[in-house]
């Protein structure tokens, strides 16, 4: 009955391949996100999607790219892979507001820990 | 866009007393203030959240406060236990960007 699944939970691999995370939600939630943290535990927002709006952070490689098959699923997908993506990436998920603002919490996932060699 | 200040980096306390986290942010039109906490090894999880109609909430041990006009808010835990050692983190929910920006987070260590 997990909430918010990702996987793998651990994923290294070397510079330069093309890698995916997996993300799934069974809360009935209409938005979904990934941060990364990294070793200095900072956590930032990559992307919120729901199945109208896409919204990137402006700081985001464009080698990095969500892709969503339903709305209980967001994928990140990334290409040539560098030193600097090791991190723990979260995923999340919540109810869009009707203001504007996230009705309830965010639920993360548990994270993958991703290491570039 | 929303820049989200949390002080101290880093908090040791005794056991039984009380610990205080404080951010501030700058987009006045942020609306939506929640605290995460995260254990070792493990995801951020909500402790405890405030939304800006209010002036303060209260859980048992933990309470935050908001004060709009200075546009800061603060996490106060009573009580403490080792177990509550953790990084805490303060989020705000910013309406023209759509999105939380977190603090660069507070490592609580309780000391038995």
């Known amino acids: 009955d997990t909430a918010v699944s990702q996987t793998p939970k651990y994923l290294v691999t070397q510079m330069g391949n093309d890698k995916s995370i997996k993300c799934e939600q069974n809360?009935?939630?209409?938005?979904m996100y990934w941060y990364k943290q990294d070793s200095k535990k900072f956590l930032k927002i990559m992307f919120s999607?729901?199945?109208?709006?896409?919204?990137i952070n402006e700081t985001v490689p464009n080698r990095f790219s969500p892709k969503s098959p339903d709305k209980a699923h967001l994928n990140l997908h990334i290409n040539s892979l560098e030193l600097g993506d090791s991190a723990v990436y979260f995923c999340?998920?919540?109810?869009?507001?009707?203001?504007?603002?996230?009705?309830?919490?965010?639920?993360f996932g548990p994270g993958t820990r991703l290491t570039v060699l | 866009g929303e820049n989200v200040e949390q002080h101290p980096s880093t908090l040791s306390v005794q056991e039984g007393d009380s610990a205080v986290i404080k951010c501030t942010y700058s987009?006045?039109?942020?609306?939506?203030f929640p605290w995460y906490k995260q254990e070792l090894g493990k995801r951020p999880q909500l402790i405890i959240d405030?939304?800006?109609?209010?002036g303060e909430k209260k859980d048992q041990r933990i309470a935050v406060t908001l004060n709009k006009t200075a546009k800061h808010f603060s996490l106060h835990i009573t009580e403490t236990q080792p177990e509550d050692s953790a990084v805490y983190f303060c989020?705000?929910?910013?309406?023209?960007?759509?999105?939380?920006?977190f603090g660069s987070g507070t490592q609580l260590t309780v000391l038995p």
């Open positions: 999340a998920s919540s109810h869009s507001g009707l203001a504007g603002g996230p009705r309830n919490e965010q639920f």
């Open positions: 809360l009935g939630h209409d938005t």
């Open positions: 999607y729901n199945n109208k709006e896409l919204i």
């Open positions: 987009d006045s039109a942020s609306n939506y």
């Open positions: 405030i939304r800006s109609n209010v």
């Open positions: 989020a705000a929910y910013s309406g023209s960007a759509r999105q939380l920006t």
